[in-house]
């Protein structure tokens, strides 16, 4: 069964900070792999994607996630945060047909 | 339309009713998912649909929930006789293709209150 885990909760950071969300898979095969965020009172929106090639992918807002095959990890990273990130992320894995989410991480920027 | 439209945006009602929420996809998207998130549970995966049908439907909490999916487009979820462990806000998603999950588009979500 294909599963997510994202082991922090909540993270804060000041602004301007770098940033790293942390994100582990389970897939028994090559997986296709998704950042969505989550803005307060929106839906949730594509970050970036990996479906093969590159493992670092570049996504909207200045983000970047790395495939790691050998730590079935995908890290969601941006160099300087801003205070609009504030925000809850969520790491993805899809198979042939479903896709699972993880439990997301919330996100707060302090000044 | 230009997104995925779900209706109602907020639900209350109280505990033993039924209830039903619908999804409008993106236009042309043959693959529908529904979610349903609770507090500090994120994304629980309920069902999905590729077209009409449902290959999968291991996430649907119990036998008070249904889906069905018409001509390919709208969803409607149903819960019969609501608990308060139902309240929660409904995902409803559309994409493109199945392969790979594709890129998943949300709707805005329902917000279901029972009281």
């Known amino acids: 069964a294909q599963s997510v885990t994202q082991p922090d909760i909540h993270i804060t950071v000041s602004e301007g900070a770098s940033l790293e969300l942390r994100c582990n898979y389970s897939y028994g095969a090559t997986p296709y792999l998704f950042w969505y965020v989550q803005s307060p009172g929106q839906g949730l929106q594509l970050l970036l994607k990996?479906?093969?090639?590159?493992?670092l992918v570049q996504g909207i807002k200045g983000f970047e996630a790395e495939f790691k095959r050998s730590q079935s990890s995908f890290n969601l990273r941006k160099p300087s945060v801003h205070w609009s990130d504030a925000a809850e992320y969520f790491c993805?894995?899809?198979?042939?047909?479903?896709?699972?989410f993880g439990i997301g991480t919330k996100l707060q920027v302090i000044p | 339309g230009a997104g995925v439209s779900q209706s109602p945006s907020n639900k209350v009602t109280e505990k033993g009713k039924d209830v039903e929420l619908r999804c409008d996809p993106i236009?042309?998207?043959?693959?529908l998912y529904w979610y349903r998130q609770s507090l500090g549970q994120g994304l629980e995966f309920l069902i999905y649909f590729q077209g009409n049908s449902a290959p999968d439907k291991s996430g649907l909490p119990s036998d008070r929930f249904s889906a069905e999916r018409t001509g390919g487009s709208v969803s409607t979820l149903t819960i019969q006789r609501t608990q308060q462990e139902d309240s929660a806000v409904y995902l409803c998603?559309?994409?493109?293709?199945?392969?790979?999950?594709?890129?998943?588009?949300f709707g805005e979500g329902s917000r279901l209150t029972v009281l």
């Open positions: 993805a894995v899809g198979g042939y047909q479903k896709v699972t």
């Open positions: 998603a559309s994409s493109l293709t199945m392969i790979g999950g594709g890129e998943l588009f």
């Open positions: 990996y479906f093969s090639g590159d493992t």
């Open positions: 236009s042309g998207h043959t693959a």
